[in-house]
C-alpha cells in the first residue's frame, strides 16, 4: 500500500480576537467630535468593526461623527475573517457647545444715589458640562472685584461705571456680561453721607454734624462747601470732606 506523505506546515486555525481601539477625547470638549476605531488581527484579518452610539441600532464602519451636546455612550467591537468576535469596548464623548448663562443683578436702576452700598448678585449657570469657577473673573471699572464683596458707591467717581463678568464651563465655552450704571450725587445723598460719616466718628463733632445737616436742609450748598473746608483735617477727617466737597460742588455746579 503506498504511503501519503504531505509537504508543507499546515496552517493552524485562527482562534484569536481582533483588538480594536478608539482615539475618543478624554473630558469635556466644544466642538464635533469625530472618533475614529482603529481595528488590527494579525492572522486572519478584520473583516469588519461595529458600533453603537447611546444604545441605538448596530452601525459598520471605522468611524464616528458626534454632534449634539450632552455624554455619549460608544460600545464597539471588531470580527475578523475567521468569525471571532471580539469583546466590546465602551467610551464616552462629551461635547458642550453651548456658552453658560449669566445674570447679574443689583445695578437695575441705572442712575444710583453714591450714598448707597450695594452687593451686586451674579449668576452663572451651565446644564452640561459644569461651570468653572477658577475662571470666572469679575471687574469693576477694569479692577478687580471679589463676588460678595460690598461697593460703597461714594468712594467711586461720580459718572459712569462699568461692572464686567467673565464665565467659563468645563468644555472652555466663555460668556460675558457687562452691566453699566451711574453713580450721582443729591442732596439726600448727602445728607445720608454726613450722617453715616458720623456714625464712623469721621466726624466727631454733634454740633457740626446737626450744622451741615441744617444747611443742607435749606439747600444752602455754598455755606455747607464753607464750613466742609473749614472743619477739613480738624472735626471732619480730609477722605470724608473730600467726598462731600465733591457732591455738593457736583450739585452747586449742575
Known amino acids: 500500500m503506498a504511503e501519503l506523505k504531505f509537504h508543507g506546515a499546515v496552517k493552524p486555525a485562527d482562534l484569536t480576537t481582533p483588538v480594536t481601539t478608539d482615539d475618543a477625547p478624554k473630558g469635556w470638549v466644544n466642538r464635533d467630535t469625530k472618533v475614529s476605531f482603529k481595528a488590527t488581527d494579525t ?39 475567521a468569525g471571532n468576535v471580539e469583546q466590546s469596548h465602551t467610551t464616552t464623548v462629551k461635547i458642550d ?11 437695575e436702576k441705572g442712575s444710583l444715589s453714591d450714598a448707597l452700598d450695594v452687593v451686586p448678585a451674579v449668576s452663572i449657570k451651565d446644564s452640561t458640562s459644569g461651570v468653572d469657577d477658577s475662571k470666572t473673573q469679575v471687574t469693576l471699572d477694569g479692577k478687580p472685584y471679589q463676588l460678595g464683596d460690598t461697593i460703597q458707591l461714594y468712594v467711586l467717581p461720580l459718572g459712569k461705571h462699568t461692572f464686567t463678568v467673565i464665565g467659563s464651563d468645563l468644555a472652555g465655552n466663555s460668556a460675558s456680561k457687562i452691566v453699566t450704571f451711574n453713580t450721582v450725587a ?18 466727631d463733632n454733634a454740633g457740626i454734624t446737626n450744622s451741615l445737616k441744617q444747611k443742607l436742609e435749606n439747600n444752602e450748598l455754598q455755606s455747607f462747601i464753607q464750613e466742609v473746608q473749614v472743619q477739613s483735617g480738624k472735626h471732619i477727617r480730609n477722605e470724608s470732606s473730600a467726598y462731600l466737597l465733591r457732591d ?6 449742575n
Open 248 to 253: 455738593a460742588n457736583a450739585l452747586l455746579n
Open 186 to 203: 443729591s442732596i439726600e445723598g448727602l445728607k445720608q453721607l454726613v450722617t453715616r460719616f458720623a456714625e464712623n466718628n469721621w466726624i
Open 43 to 81: 492572522e486572519s484579518g478584520v473583516a469588519a468593526t461595529y458600533f453603537t452610539v447611546n444604545g441605538g441600532v448596530q452601525q459598520i464602519g471605522n468611524a464616528v461623527t458626534l454632534t449634539t451636546d450632552g455624554t455619549h455612550k460608544l460600545v464597539y467591537w471588531s470580527v475578523d475573517f
Open 97 to 107: 457647545k453651548t456658552s453658560p448663562e449669566m445674570t447679574v443683578s443689583g445695578f
